[in-house]
């Protein structure tokens, strides 16, 4: 389609600005009066310090007219460059990023369209790979990022789903190599990161069982223990409690309160810890 338009451009300066002035003729008047006054010889003294603020001062008022008429004829003479710039802002910049806003906005109601076909076609080929490996967990932005980029072909977003199931299959059979499968597994459904699942659930563990053996070496008040009958002194009843170290934190916290009540009461121990 052909844009171009062929114009007759008609912009040139009919008269230039010229400011009557006579600025050199001051100028001279300026350097005699500054010779005149000595400004170069005064001293300034505790005595003579106000005295050349006041001329200082004068000096400044004498010449606010001739700075006045200046900007005055500056002025006049901007006017006419003002108009033009508004003018060529009004009928040739605005229209020109009209047009152009017009034909954008096309461009990208049909790249939209295009986004949202191949968009479809993606989640579609999505679905078929959970269907095949059944990770619930993992979402179609896992796998790719959106927006979706019409630089970026159909083919290298459908490998870059293929490989993100490739990858969660094989951390998973990572994870299952681990001690503590479950609760990593439930850490990594939350971060998707191997590695720092296995760290996080490890770390945790360990602090889990510090604080099992803390509460079994720790020192407790010591209180009155409730008196059993003969048959059911401490000497001849056993508590057997198993604590299984795949358990949640909540499972752990839970034993150490119950094993200090058992000890205040009664002076229980553990064994095998």
Sequence with gaps: METEIKFNVTATVTSKAKIENNFVEIGSLIDNK???????????????????????????????????????????????????KALFK????????????????????????EKAEKETVLRDYFDRCQEKYAFEFL??????????????????YKEQILQKFQQTESDIAMIETQQYVFEILAEYKKTLNCNESIIAVNRRKEAEKAEIE????????????ETLPEEETPEHRTWTIEINLFST???AGQFISEFRELRKKYGATITNL
């Design 214 to 225: 803390k509460a079994y070496t720790a020192p407790e008040t010591q209180t009155p223990k």
């Design 34 to 84: 500054i010779a005149e006054l000595n400004f170069g010889g005064q001293l300034v003294s505790a005595e003579t310090k106000q005295g050349v603020k006041k001329m200082k001062s004068e000096w400044n008022k004498m010449l606010e007219p001739v700075e006045a008429a200046f900007k005055a004829a500056i002025s006049e003479a901007e006017t006419p460059i003002k108009e033009i």
């Design 139 to 156: 979402a179609f932005e896992h796998c790719i990022r959106l927006p979706l980029l019409l630089s970026t072909s159909e083919k290298a």
């Design 90 to 113: 009004e009928h040739v910049t605005d229209k020109k990023a009209a047009g152009y806003n017009i034909l954008s906005d096309k461009v990208k109601q049909y790249e939209d369209m």
């Design 249 to 251: 934190r909540y499972a």
